[in-house]
C-alpha cells in the first residue's frame, strides 16, 4: 500500500540560508512549506542533495498527490509516491555525506531517474510535480540541498548531461 499524504504544514515554517552555502530546512523535522501547486506532466526537477542520515522515508519534495522521494518508504532507495495508489523505487540508493545531482524527467505515464547526469533507470509512471514542500512533517529531509531547478518539459538526455556538466563541484 502506498504511503498516505502528509499533513498540512505549519504556517511558521521557512527556508534558511547559510552564506556562502546550500539552503538549510530548519528545525528537527527538516520540511518547509512552498505551497505551490503540481504541474501536470511533462516536467523535469533537478537537485543537488547530500543525506547525513538513513531513515524509513524521506521525502525532496512532497504534496497532498504524491512525492518525490530520497529514501523511498519500504525499499531505502531514490523514488516517488502517488499517494493511496503506488510507490515506485529507482535501483539507487543515495551515499552518505556526499552531494549528488539528482534529476527527475517525466513524461506521462514514465520517469526517468538520472544520478550525476548518468540515468539510473526508468519506471512507466508518473505523477504531477509536487510542489507543496520541501520534506514533511513526517518524512523531512536529513541533509542538505542546493540548486533546486524546475523546467515544465521533459529534458532529453543530453541536456541532463549538460546541465550536470555546468556545474563545477
Known sequence: MANEPPDEPAS???ATAAAPGPP???????????????????????GWVRTTGRTSDQ???????????LQQWGTGKVGFTLYGAA???FDYTLPLNQWVQLTWVTEPGRTTLYANGERVGTVDASIPLPLRSIGTEK?????D???VT???????PEQV?????????
Open 24 to 46: 538549510v530546512v530548519p528545525g528537527p523535522t527538516r520540511w518547509t512549506g512552498l505551497g505551490g501547486l503540481d504541474p501536470a506532466e511533462p516536467w523535469t526537477v533537478s
Open 12 to 14: 511558521n515554517a521557512s
Open 139 to 143: 518524512a523531512g529531509l536529513r541533509g
Open 87 to 89: 510507490d515506485h523505487s
Open 150 to 156: 524546475t523546467w515544465d518539459e521533459a529534458l532529453s
Open 161 to 169: 548531461q549538460a546541465d550536470y556538466a555546468h556545474d563545477d563541484r
Open 59 to 69: 521525502v525532496l519534495l512532497g504534496s497532498k498527490v504524491g512525492a518525490l522521494k
Open 145 to 147: 540541498l542546493d540548486e
